[in-house]
């Protein structure tokens, strides 16, 4: 049989997963609802956070205990986020280099952003596929100013949605006009403090970029 | 679902055309379309014109261009297409409406073509959506879209261009 048609084949690397969105809205918490559920189904998995000047999110991540510490790095971007994983992904990439030469049998790798606005965006020589994180109590409005995270991510998460009926928000619109402006594209609504709505995100990513199952 | 993982030639290689030329013939040569954007990714679900299913898993030194052969096996072969780019293509109506419009694509990071007094925008996303983003600039005049543009010249080139963070 080919090795093209080996229907077990697998790619050299881990597959490398974007977690994008602004400051808030929950990326960490979303992170931290991923990593058991793709360890309970079998996937090795890393972890690398990008944060202003500190590793305080990575700090976070290890201390979890949902992950072998050593398996979550950090990087810095200094003041301006979005460049370390868009215009310059440099440290990213090296970063994720590291995992798949340190854990050859690697599967996925999540790279959580910086917290920036909804302009932030991943290079896609970065990343194989990419979630852009924003929560209501964000404001329902946020889908329609039509920022190029929303716009362009592979997987729109829209979270906190317990807190809509708090916040006044009409999530019936919000996800209408999310749908509106990514042009059908996918959006999920989770609940990340309890982790209502993280399965959906997990099947998405596992069918779009794993490919195991 | 097909499982590729590797670049194994390129349509414009001589033996590889000759093959593909006949292949052809059969019916048997199947074709994965592309965006720029879309081509930039070592990963992803594709599904090719005959409608098959393919999980690409490229290595990430890899990279797909327009004419890579996915798979060359006597009864398939897979290769990619690149999509045709489209352009809006700008005017300017003064020296300072050209620079704000030079300024606000850089902003916006788009991906700009220049050609003399024109200004040509590749289109990753609806046109509608680029001209709502410009709507303030051709609601003044000081800028204002070219219609039915021809084809861009072969060798166009992509220029990110800098912005002010």
Known sequence: MSAQLNPHARPRGAARVGIGGPVGSGKTALLEQLIPRFMARGTDIAVITNDLVTAEDAERVRRSGLIAPERVLAVETGACPHTAIREDPTLNLAAADELDRAYPGLELILIESGGDNLASSFSLDLVDYWLFVIDVAGGDDIPRKRGLGVLQCDLLVINKVDLAPHVRVNLDRMVSEAHEVRLGRPTLLTNCAHGDGVDAVVERIAQEVLFDR | ?165
């Open chain 2, 1 to 165: 679902m097909l499982r590729l993982t590797d670049i194994v030639g390129h349509a414009t290689d001589a033996d590889i055309a000759e093959r593909l030329h006949q292949m052809e013939h059969d019916g048997v040569v199947e074709r994965i379309h592309l965006s720029r954007r879309d081509l930039s990714r070592r990963r992803q679900r594709v599904t090719t014109d005959r409608g098959t299913e393919v999980a690409l898993m490229l290595d990430r030194s890899s990279g797909l261009d327009n004419g890579a052969v996915l798979l060359l096996e006597p009864a398939r072969a897979v290769l990619v297409v690149l999509d045709e780019p489209q352009w809006l293509v700008l005017g300017a109506t003064s020296a300072a409406g050209a620079l704000e419009a030079g300024y606000f694509a850089g902003n916006m990071h788009w991906k700009v073509r220049f050609d003399g007094e024109r200004l040509w925008v590749l289109l990753e996303g609806p046109r509608d959506d680029y001209l709502k983003r410009l709507s303030h600039l051709l609601a003044r005049g000081h800028a204002q879209v070219i219609d039915a543009p021809p084809a861009p010249a072969a060798g166009v080139r992509y220029l990110a261009v800098p912005h002010a963070h």
